[in-house]
Structure formats: structure tokens, C-alpha cells
């Protein structure tokens, strides 16, 4: 995907972007008509002609200040208004993008780059029609026309214009290019490089401090910062070296006009009136076109944001993960139900894996059975577990209820099998916050049903009840209560076959058994479903139907 069709997905709609381009050509013509007929008026009137010959240009110097400001105000409404919803859809495409590859298609970012890129690169796309669009498509309208007019009065102050404008645009362009555009490209991978160090460091804190490390990882983050600051200050020399070569050659320009005026008014064949207009127009359609290089430096950040978004969520899926069917079977919102699910030679590894850890599978599960995934460590459980919900791809056969799954949209999958992680995630908000995503119509009684079936009835009213908080990532938690909170999103969402990732790994082995005979029988309560439960520890036969052991492919 090119970064230019990224871009073209921040622009707002064609009427919104055609109105925001109106007013602000609207406003900008009202700025550079109110300069020359006041130039215009202020010289007339210095030579006391009667009050109706200049009345025309007093109402012209009214109308053009409240325009000017106007237009103005309106276009900054319509044209943030409509950047701003176009960026909304631009996150939501994004998000889209982006459920169709995590996990297994993020791993190799960092946390920090990913967080970047969904936050800063995508707010960087809002210049996009603001800052390049827009001050391109007035400033060059604008000076167009003003060329235009001038010619009617003198068209060798007009060509003269035209090329002081060219030779700015050129010289600004080339200078502010020859400063700041590598700055400019570097800005968002520097950033993006100190997020990750900065959340690595936040999140292992503990580990470093243990090991003597933390001093290291402050220093890279501290070089981060300075290497940041370096950049930024690149790109604002190249703007204030924008500016100058502006008002310089602005500066020029007028003289020129001024001399080459002169000579008509000596003449009498140009009045000291319209001499004053000749002479002022440059300096305000200069100063509206100084806005063209400076978005020309605003469109190599956005370039560099639209490439980083476009690596995150490629066009194409990566090899090794699911892509995305259309959907084919109908999604009421009513619960469904599997009947069968069955593994023929199934096997699965993460992408960039050069072959299958474990030997291929055979299963086959009904509502009832609660069947345990062993086996050594690195073979393959947990990969086995993220195929199974679409996560990474598989080869082998995989059916539910008779069906390939390869036929099955995402979202008709993980409606029938949910996973349940090994830490399972929650949002630094209230219990009922963590809960009620999974099933958003469910009111309290739903929700206090779903808590005692999983055995935190009592505990959460102790918290406080639904509005409990649970703290940044779970911290006010413990392991075992963090996983009884994903069972009952799992019970929530009323998925038939529920996948417990190593759930006693981050509990007390005092208290793991106990943990996994409520977490069982919790899931033998409620309606009859399928339950694979990965482990690497041993577990109570009487609490399983079935052993499925995986061996080390050879």
C-alpha cells in the first residue's frame, strides 16, 4: 500500500474539502483586496478629492475587513470540522486493518511504535488537507489571480510578481530542503523509538532496578530525547529560513515594482493612487504564499506518517496469517452453538517460524468434553491455541460442525471458539467496563449472574461492586481473579468452545489446582460447550474427558 493511498484516506469528503477550499481562497482574496484598496484609498484621499468619489472604496475596505475575517473563521470551522471527521474514519479503517494481523502481525514492532504510530502518525495525516492541501490550493489561487489583476493595470509589475513569487517558492523550497527534510523524515521513527524505550523501561522497571540496568535504558531514552530535540530544531530553522528568503525577496519584489511604477507616474500615465496599489499587492500575496514551501516541509512528515501507518497495516495480509473472508453465515446477535469441532493433521506455527514445533493432530471434541493440551515446553501448545481463534494460520483440516473454518469469516470464528490468554488483558477501568465490552446490552443482573458463576460474587462487592477499578493492566488483581474476569467475558459473549491458555501459570501453585477444578467446573455449568485447556503442569484427571499430548515435530 503506497503512503499517498494512505494519505487520500485522512482527506475529508469531496463537498467538505471544496467548501473548506472556497472559503479559505474567499478569505485569502479578501486579505489582498483589502491591502491594495486601502493603499489605494489612503493615497486618493490625500489629494481631497470630493467624498462620493471615494465612498465606492470606503464600503470596498469595509466589506473586505469583515470578509476577510469571515471567511476566515468559517473556513477554519468547516475545514478542522471535516479533517477532524475524516480522521475518525481514518481510525476506524486503521483499527480494521489492524484486527485482521494482530497479534501475530505487530509482533515485530515494538509496543511503543505501534502506540506511536496509531496516535502521533495518525494525528500527523490531519496537515494533510490543513497544512499541505489547503495552503497550496489558496496560496496559489490567490496569487493567480492577483497576477491577473496587476496585469490589467501594469503587466511588467505583474511578470515581475510572477517571478518573484517562482524564484521564492524555488529558493525557499530548495533551502528549506537542504536543512530540515531529512529532520523532517526522521521525527517519527526517533519518536517513535523513545515510546518504545520509555514503555520497555515503565514496564520492566522492576527487572532493570534488580540487575543494575535501569541507568542504561534511562540513558538510550535519554538519547532518544536529544537526538528528537536535534531533529525538531532542524525543521524550525528550515522554517524561519523560509520566511527570511520570504520577506527578502518580498522585500525585492516591491522595490522592483516601485521602480518600474515610477517611471508611468512621472510620465502621467499612472496614477499616485494606483502606483500605491501596484507597490503594497506584493507584500500581501507574499505573504499568503510564504504558506507553499512550508507545506511542502508539512508533507514529508506526512509522507514519513503515511509509510509507518502503511507498514503497520500492510494492504496485503502477511504469509502465515488468516485472511479475512467475507461473511457467510448469518450474525443475529443470537447465541450459537457447535456441535463438533474437529483437527485433522492440524498444525500451526507463528509466522517467520521455519517449521512446525509439534507433530500434526487429530481431535474431536463435542459439547461436554473438557479436553487437556500437554506436552514440553516449546512445542507448541499455546501456538496450537492461537490458531485454533485465528491468530496465525494452520495447515491440516479444521471444521466446526462439519464446516472448514478456512470458510468462516474472523468474526463467525470467534464467535463459536474464544480464547482465553495466559494473562489475560484488562483495561485500566471498572469492572463493569472490563466486562460489559463483551457483551455491550447486558445490564447488572446479566453481569452479576456471570460474576457468581465464576465464583467473584462475593469478592466484588467487597470491591465496590461493578465500579470496582481494576488498575492499569489488572495490577489491583490477582492472577487467579484476572482469569475467573476473562471467563466470564468468555461466558459473556456465549462462545461454545472456550480455549484456557495456561490460566493456573501466573497463580500460587498452592492454589492452582483449586483454580483450575472452579475454572471447569464454572465452564460446566453453564450451557454445555467444549473446553481445551492448555497446560504444562499436571491436571486432575477426574476434572477432564480427554488428554490431547503434542510431541516435537522431527
Given at each position: 500500500m503506497s503512503?499517498?493511498?494512505?494519505a487520500s484516506?485522512?482527506?475529508?469528503?469531496?463537498k467538505?474539502?471544496?467548501?473548506?477550499?472556497?472559503?479559505?481562497v474567499?478569505?485569502?482574496?479578501s486579505?489582498?483586496a483589502l491591502?491594495?484598496t486601502s493603499?489605494?484609498?489612503?493615497t486618493r484621499a490625500?489629494?481631497?478629492?470630493p467624498?462620493?468619489?471615494i465612498?465606492?472604496?470606503v464600503?470596498?475596505v469595509?466589506a473586505?475587513?469583515i470578509?476577510?475575517?469571515?471567511?476566515?473563521?468559517?473556513?477554519?470551522?468547516?475545514?478542522h470540522d471535516s479533517a477532524?471527521?475524516?480522521?475518525?474514519?481514518?481510525?476506524?479503517w486503521?483499527y480494521?486493518?489492524l484486527?485482521?494481523?494482530?497479534?501475530?502481525g505487530?509482533q515485530?514492532?515494538?509496543?511503543?511504535?505501534?502506540?506511536?504510530?496509531?496516535v502521533r502518525?495518525?494525528?500527523?495525516l490531519?496537515?494533510?488537507?490543513?497544512?499541505?492541501?489547503q495552503p497550496v490550493?489558496?496560496?496559489?489561487?490567490?496569487?493567480?489571480?492577483s497576477?491577473?489583476a496587476?496585469?490589467?493595470?501594469?503587466w511588467r509589475v505583474?511578470?515581475?510578481?510572477l517571478?518573484?513569487?517562482?524564484?521564492a517558492?524555488?529558493a525557499?523550497?530548495?533551502?528549506?530542503?537542504r536543512i530540515?527534510?531529512q529532520?523532517d523524515?526522521?521525527?517519527g521513527?526517533?519518536r517513535?523509538?523513545?515510546?518504545?524505550g520509555?514503555i520497555?523501561?515503565?514496564?520492566r522497571r522492576a527487572?532493570l532496578?534488580?540487575?543494575?540496568?535501569?541507568?542504561?535504558?534511562?540513558r538510550?531514552?535519554?538519547?532518544?530525547?536529544?537526538r528528537?530535540?536535534t531533529?525538531?530544531?532542524s525543521?524550525a530553522?528550515g522554517?524561519?529560513?523560509?520566511s527570511?528568503?520570504?520577506?527578502a525577496?518580498?522585500g525585492?519584489t516591491?522595490a522592483?515594482?516601485?521602480w518600474?511604477?515610477?517611471?508611468?507616474?512621472?510620465?502621467?500615465?499612472?496614477t499616485?493612487p494606483?502606483?500605491?496599489?501596484?507597490v503594497?499587492?506584493?507584500l500581501?500575496?507574499?505573504?499568503?504564499?510564504g504558506?507553499?514551501?512550508l507545506?511542502?516541509s508539512?508533507w514529508r512528515?506526512?509522507?514519513?506518517?503515511a509509510n509507518r501507518?502503511?507498514d503497520?497495516?500492510p494492504?496485503?495480509?502477511?504469509q502465515?496469517i488468516p485472511?479475512e473472508q467475507?461473511?457467510?453465515l448469518?450474525?443475529s446477535?443470537e447465541?450459537v452453538?457447535v456441535?463438533?469441532?474437529e483437527?485433522?493433521?492440524f498444525?500451526a506455527k507463528?509466522?517467520g517460524?521455519?517449521s512446525?514445533?509439534?507433530?500434526?493432530v487429530?481431535?474431536r471434541?463435542q459439547?461436554?468434553?473438557?479436553?487437556?493440551?500437554?506436552?514440553?515446553s516449546?512445542?507448541g501448545k499455546?501456538?496450537l491455541?492461537?490458531?485454533l481463534?485465528g491468530?496465525i494460520?494452520?495447515?491440516?483440516?479444521?471444521?466446526?460442525?462439519?464446516?472448514?473454518?478456512?470458510?468462516m469469516?474472523?468474526?463467525e470464528?470467534?464467535?463459536?471458539?474464544?480464547?482465553?490468554e495466559q494473562?489475560p488483558?484488562l483495561?485500566?477501568?471498572t469492572?463493569?467496563h472490563?466486562?460489559s465490552?463483551?457483551a455491550?446490552?447486558?445490564n447488572?443482573?446479566k453481569?452479576?449472574?456471570?460474576?457468581?458463576?465464576?465464583g467473584?460474587?462475593?469478592?466484588?462487592r467487597?470491591r465496590?461492586?461493578?465500579?470496582?477499578e481494576l488498575?492499569?493492566s489488572?495490577?489491583l488483581?490477582s492472577?487467579g481473579?484476572?482469569?475467573?474476569?476473562?471467563?466470564?467475558?468468555?461466558?459473556?459473549?456465549?462462545?461454545p468452545?472456550?480455549?484456557?491458555d495456561e490460566?493456573?501459570?501466573?497463580?500460587?501453585?498452592a492454589?492452582?489446582?483449586?483454580?483450575?477444578?472452579?475454572?471447569?467446573a464454572s465452564v460446566?455449568?453453564?450451557?454445555?460447550g467444549?473446553?481445551?485447556?492448555?497446560s504444562?503442569?499436571p491436571v486432575?484427571?477426574a476434572?477432564?474427558t480427554s488428554?490431547l499430548?503434542l510431541?516435537?515435530?522431527?
Open positions: 503512503s499517498r493511498l494512505v484516506k485522512a482527506l475529508p469528503a469531496r467538505a474539502l471544496f467548501a473548506a477550499l472556497s472559503l479559505g474567499l478569505g485569502q482574496v486579505q489582498v491591502l491594495a493603499a489605494w484609498l489612503i490625500a489629494e481631497q478629492p467624498i462620493l468619489h465612498t465606492f472604496a464600503v470596498a469595509r473586505f475587513a470578509g476577510r475575517a469571515s471567511f476566515r473563521y468559517v473556513e477554519r470551522v468547516v475545514s477532524f471527521r475524516a480522521l475518525a474514519d481514518l481510525r476506524v486503521i480494521r486493518r484486527v485482521r494481523i494482530a497479534p501475530a505487530v515485530r514492532v515494538g509496543r511503543g511504535s505501534v502506540l506511536s504510530t496509531i502518525d495518525v494525528d500527523t490531519q496537515d494533510y488537507p490543513l497544512r499541505v492541501i490550493v489558496t496560496a496559489v489561487s490567490v496569487a493567480g489571480l497576477v491577473l496587476v496585469a490589467f493595470i501594469d505583474a511578470a515581475l510578481l517571478l518573484g513569487l517562482g524564484v517558492a524555488l525557499s523550497v530548495w533551502w528549506n530542503a530540515s527534510a529532520a523524515r526522521s521525527i521513527p526517533i517513535a523509538e523513545m515510546a518504545d520509555i520497555d523501561t515503565l514496564h527487572v532496578v534488580a540487575y543494575g540496568a535501569e541507568d542504561e535504558a534511562t538510550k531514552i535519554v538519547e532518544s530525547d536529544s528528537l530535540e531533529a525538531e530544531r525543521v530553522l522554517q524561519h529560513v523560509v527570511g528568503v520570504m520577506v525577496l518580498s525585492l516591491v522592483g515594482a516601485a518600474l511604477a515610477s517611471a508611468r507616474v512621472d510620465s502621467g500615465e499612472l499616485g494606483l502606483f500605491a496599489l501596484l503594497l499587492t506584493p500581501a500575496v507574499f505573504e499568503i504564499f504558506a507553499v514551501p507545506a511542502v508539512a512528515g506526512v509522507s514519513t506518517a501507518i502503511s503497520l497495516v494492504d496485503q495480509v502477511p502465515g485472511r467475507e461473511e457467510t448469518a450474525s446477535g447465541a452453538h456441535t463438533t469441532l483437527l485433522r493433521g498444525q507463528w509466522p517460524m521455519s512446525f514445533p509439534a507433530k500434526p487429530d481431535l471434541a459439547p461436554g468434553d473438557r479436553i487437556v493440551i500437554t506436552g514440553a516449546g512445542v499455546s501456538t491455541a492461537a490458531a481463534v491468530f494460520d494452520y495447515s491440516g483440516d479444521y471444521l466446526i460442525d462439519g464446516t472448514p473454518v478456512a470458510q469469516s474472523l468474526s470464528r470467534r464467535r463459536r471458539v474464544v480464547l482465553i494473562v488483558h483495561f485500566d477501568a469492572l463493569r472490563n466486562l465490552f463483551a455491550p446490552e447486558a447488572d443482573e453481569l452479576w449472574e456471570v460474576l457468581a458463576s465464576v467473584l460474587e462475593t469478592w466484588a467487597g465496590g461492586g461493578l465500579d470496582a488498575g492499569e489488572g495490577a488483581v492472577g481473579q484476572a482469569q475467573r474476569i476473562a471467563l466470564a467475558r468468555a461466558f459473556l459473549c456465549e462462545a468452545v472456550i480455549v484456557l490460566p493456573t501459570a501466573n497463580v500460587d501453585r492454589l492452582a489446582d483449586e483454580l483450575m477444578a472452579d475454572l471447569l460446566s455449568k453453564r450451557a454445555p467444549i473446553a481445551l485447556v492448555v504444562h503442569v486432575n484427571q476434572l477432564v488428554r499430548p510431541e516435537h515435530s522431527v
